[in-house]
């Protein structure tokens, strides 16, 4: 579980390609003060395990499914990625609940600046937005951020000096690909109240069989207690 507060930015030192499969080379600092192996660290917004380290780099495996939803693929030597340790407990919770576990791609639409504060819109798929609500949070290549506008085809969100200066964001061109996990509460209540329409609830442990596309009857009390409330 991470926080979306960026730690430090890490640059790519090498790429070894393994059919469909990576190991990334990342050079860090930060985030290797405490590291051991099978550690997680936020890249990019993605959980990776570190699988190798030493004092200013760390190794870690990706996976085909990981490289399919997020722009890890498509990173070159070199390139910058925003890091983050997974949060201890007792630690101050800066930003948001965060999985590291990507929903899907956006690309970079539009920047403006307003006074101290830089404005990047982002488009992306309906599937996406439907978890967005303004004033929520998002994580954006691993950085939490406040939703500021939500509309059809994508989003707008509102960064300070000091989160465009510790993460990538600012230094990204129009259309380059951002890695998007929304909200988890959002996708939880969806699940629990049986209306996302992809699943069967026979998929559900004890629940009835049910055929897939079929939406509950709605909120009632009864299915308020049936799923503990």
Known sequence: MFTGIIEEVGSLLSIEKGGEAFQLNVKAKKVLEDVKLGDSISTNGVCLTVVDFSRDRFRADVMPETL??????????GDAVNLERAMAIG?????HMVSGHIDGMGKIAKYRKEKNATWI???????????????????????SLTLAEVD??????SIIPLTGEDTTLLNKPLGAKVNLECDMVGKYIEKFMGTTGETSSKDTPGGPEKPVGTKSEGITIERLKQLGY
């Open 68 to 77: 399919r939803k997020s722009n890890l693929g498509d990173l070159k030597i």
């Open 91 to 95: 630690d101050r919770f800066g930003g």
């Open 121 to 143: 819109r982002v488009e992306c798929d309906r599937s996406l937005l439907r978890y967005m609500i303004p004033k929520g949070s998002i994580a954006i290549d691993g950085t």
């Open 152 to 157: 059809v085809k994508g989003f707008e969100v």
